[in-house]
Structures are given as structure tokens and as C-alpha cells.
Antibody, heavy 122, light 107 residues
């Protein structure tokens, strides 16, 4: 079965960096684009970033552009989100989420991880 | 960027009622629209994609319609297990913006 397991969350001070990881299993990781989606406590869903199946194209929300970098290692079946210059408003549960269908362009999410909580606080 | 506006932000209805949630895009997005259900304390689940195509395993009481800028999610007969927050999402191009959500409760 499809599994996405995020790790790397925690408490970090404003301005510092953090890298999230997402270990994928149960499907051909190298064939699917993957999203990061976040949800601040008690708030709605916010799309963060997307990477093509082969890593050749990446897209970001304006709120994180220039500060977050999405990447993947198809040999390790792992997705990453490098976050720098973190702000209080980046506090959220971060979900790794598979894009439905084996196509290049971003598509809706058909599988979600359980999420990892990032808290930005001094 | 295209904005996605959902209405209402919350609603309360009785079991068996027909419930309708709307999602409006600030520009046309053809049918590149998905709906998700997020139950309390759970991760979201995909209900509908391509505006009207039901994801596998989703009960047939859920349906979607619309194209261009105006979309609708309908629950034909509300059930207790449908208590959740519902989100729309555009995916014609990045950013893949979500709507603000509609919280559905039982009266």
C-alpha cells in the first residue's frame, strides 16, 4: 500500500533552517510528482510546493518562494523540503502528498502522509 | 494568481438533507478543480477531481459540477460520517491554491 512518512519537524527559532524528509513506499516513486502541503494549527490547507517525477521542474507558493527548496532522490525514494529563514507564520503541519496520475503536470493529491509539525518560535 | 473562494464557510444541516458547497475561481480554470474532505483530526481525502469525477471508493451521494469559474460540491443526503471540512483546489497551473474551506456540521 502507498505510504508516505514525513520526518524532520520540530521547534526552531525564527530565521533558522530546517529540512523535512518524506520516505515513500508501496508505489513507483520515480513515476509520480509529489507535493508539500501545510496546515497551520486550526487553519485551512495551504499548498506549498510541487516537484515533477524526475525533479526537472519545481513550483512554489509565493509565500515560500526563495526560502524553501523542494528536491527528491529517486534512488532513495525520498522527498525533501529545505526551509531557510523560517518565520512564525511557517508554523504548521507539513504533509508530503502524492500527485494523482502518472503525468508530469501537478495534479490533485490522492495519498497523504500523516504530517510533521514545524513550530517556529523563540 | 487565481484566488479560490468557498461559500459558505460553515453550515449546519440535518441528516438526510441535501447540502451544496460552492467554490468560485477568480479566473477560468476549465475543469481543473478537486474537492477534498478532512474529518476532524484526520488527513484530507480526495473526493472529486476534474470537477465532477468521483474518486474511487467515494460514496455516490457526493457529486461535483461546474466549469470555468463556478463549481459545486453536493452531498445528496447528509450522513453523520460526513461531518468534516471540505476544500476545493485548483490545479490548472501553479500555484495549486486551496479554497478557505467549508465546515459541515449536523444540526
Amino acid at each position: 500500500q502507498v505510504q508516505l512518512v514525513e520526518s524532520g519537524g520540530g521547534v526552531v527559532q525564527p530565521g533558522r533552517s530546517l529540512r523535512l524528509s518524506c520516505a515513500a513506499s508501496g508505489f513507483t516513486f520515480s513515476s509520480y510528482g509529489i507535493h508539500w502541503v501545510r496546515q497551520a494549527p486550526g487553519k485551512g490547507l495551504e499548498w506549498v510546493a510541487f516537484i515533477w517525477y524526475d525533479g526537472s521542474n519545481k513550483y512554489y507558493a509565493d509565500s515560500v518562494k526563495g526560502r524553501f527548496t523542494i528536491s527528491r532522490d529517486n534512488f532513495k525514494n525520498t522527498l525533501y523540503l529545505q526551509m531557510i529563514s523560517l518565520r512564525a507564520e511557517d508554523t504548521a503541519v507539513y504533509y508530503c502528498a502524492r500527485s494523482a496520475f502518472v503525468v508530469s503536470a501537478p495534479r490533485p493529491v490522492d495519498y497523504w502522509g500523516q504530517g510533521t509539525l514545524v513550530t517556529v518560535s523563540s | 494568481d487565481i484566488q479560490m473562494t468557498q461559500s459558505p464557510s460553515s453550515l449546519s444541516a440535518s441528516v438526510g438533507d441535501r447540502v451544496t458547497i460552492t467554490c468560485r475561481a477568480s479566473q477560468g480554470i476549465f475543469n481543473y478543480l478537486a474537492w477534498y474532505q478532512q474529518k476532524p483530526g484526520k488527513v484530507p481525502e480526495l473526493l472529486i477531481y476534474a470537477a465532477s469525477t468521483l474518486q474511487s471508493g467515494v460514496p455516490s451521494r457526493f457529486s461535483g459540477s461546474g466549469s470555468g469559474t463556478d463549481f459545486t460540491l453536493t452531498i445528496s443526503s447528509l450522513q453523520p460520517e460526513d461531518v468534516a471540512t471540505y476544500y476545493c483546489q485548483k490545479y490548472n497551473s501553479a500555484p495549486l491554491t486551496f479554497g478557505g474551506g467549508t465546515k459541515v456540521e449536523i444540526k
